[in-house]
């Protein structure tokens, strides 16, 4: 079936330094991209996404990009700060369909002071 | 309520027993679903409502599951004979119909089978 890899499953990096998370998708259909934020025992939260129509979005710090040829889009996270550490999960529609979402397995984000 | 909300926020049940958990999405708000995450791991598709679509209940791990939702209203997940393996932070999430796609998360049902 379809699905969504997220890599890396880990990731510890130091205050101020840049983050970046990929995934891969299946449904060559797909063409919403969501980003969610997860902090400890909190519901995810929608913090970027990004549409097929465009390559780059950037909002403030963080900047997701979009490679529909390769089917792979990544979240940058530049100047982290220890709020930024949670898991953070990526998503595909699935099938053209605004609503059926598949999720990667998340990344969990350090950062260290 | 102005967001997605789901109760219990935490059950224990004994193992074998059947637990039905609620989600109430926001008002308008036309598909909903069902994910279940494990501690420590990703978001897992269980059920997908879509209007009066029939539901997409690809994500179903066995027979002992199923939802129900009446229009675009509640929805109720049903775990029958629970095991220990059911153990997990069960989420809703509705959309809006409309333009946006953004998934609106409950705070989760915390299922604990002893």
């Known amino acids: 079936g379809e699905n969504v890899e997220q890599h890396p499953s880990t990731l510890s990096v130091q205050e101020g330094d840049s983050a970046v998370i990929k995934c891969t998708y299946s449904d060559s259909a797909s063409n919403y991209f969501p980003w969610y934020k997860q902090e400890l025992g909190k519901r995810p939260q929608l913090i970027i996404d990004?549409?097929?129509?465009?390559g780059e979005k950037k909002d403030q710090r963080i900047a997701v990009t979009l490679n529909k040829t390769a089917k792979h889009f990544s979240l940058h996270i530049t100047e982290t700060q220890p709020e930024d550490s949670a898991v953070y999960f990526c998503?595909?529609?699935?099938?053209?369909?605004?609503?059926?979402?598949?999720f990667g397995k998340g990344t969990k984000l350090s950062v260290k002071p | 309520g102005a967001g997605v909300s789901q109760s219990p926020s935490n059950k224990v049940t004994e193992k074998g027993k059947d637990v039905e958990l609620r989600c109430d999405p926001i008002s308008g708000h036309t598909a909903l679903y069902w994910y279940r995450q494990r501690l420590g791991q990703g978001l897992e598709f269980l059920i997908y409502?879509?209007?009066?679509?029939?539901?997409?209940k690809s994500g179903l791990p066995s027979d002992r599951f199923s939802a129900e939702r009446t229009g675009e209203s509640v929805s109720t997940l049903t775990i029958q004979r629970t095991q220990q393996e059911d153990s997990a932070v069960y989420l809703c999430?509705?959309?809006?119909?409309?333009?946006?796609?953004?998934?609106?998360f409950g705070q989760g049902t915390r299922l604990t089978v002893v």
């Open positions: 409502f879509q209007g009066n679509s029939a539901p997409d």
């Open positions: 990004i549409r097929s129509n465009v």
């Open positions: 999430a509705s959309f809006p119909h409309s333009l946006s796609t953004e998934a609106f």
């Open positions: 998503a595909a529609s699935m099938g053209g369909s605004q609503g059926n979402l598949i």
